[in-house]
């Protein structure tokens, strides 16, 4: 099965990366093979809000929805994304932001994932793997275009 995991310092503060990362139904503007977001219901847990989104991915020919149940626990700055349905056996998804001083932080990223059928497996395995691998990247240059350029 599939694991994939990185750490990533960026320029900006790990709760705007928090907020950054649970605005899930914004994927579509910059997410690669993200098309489409919808937020299905949105409730809590022992006080943690939990977001329940429709998620469908598009390469090529392949496209998949699937439900991920998305636990946003702002106290520890930690996202977690589990899969309920959809062409996943497993997929299940972590964020962490770690606070390096008030304006940037170092961004725990993993992910592993397991396809139901060997064909999706084969025909996405390459793709998942270089998507996956530039994730942090993707968020961080998000943050750049909303929170300004750290560097400049």
Known sequence: MPEFAT????G????????LVADVARYPEFVPYCTAMDVVSRSEEDG???VTARMTVAYGIIKETFTNRIVLDRANLTISVRASDGPFRRLENDWRFEPVDSNSCTIHFS????????????AAGAVSERAFG?????????????YGNAGS
């Open 48 to 50: 943690t809000p939990v």
């Open 12 to 19: 900006h503060s790990a709760g705007n990366m928090f907020d």
């Open 134 to 146: 530039n994730y942090s990247k993707i968020f961080e240059d998000r943050a750049d275009a909303i």
């Open 7 to 10: 750490e990533h310092r960026v």
């Open 111 to 122: 992910i592993a994932y397991e396809f139901r059928s060997l064909a999706l497996r084969l």
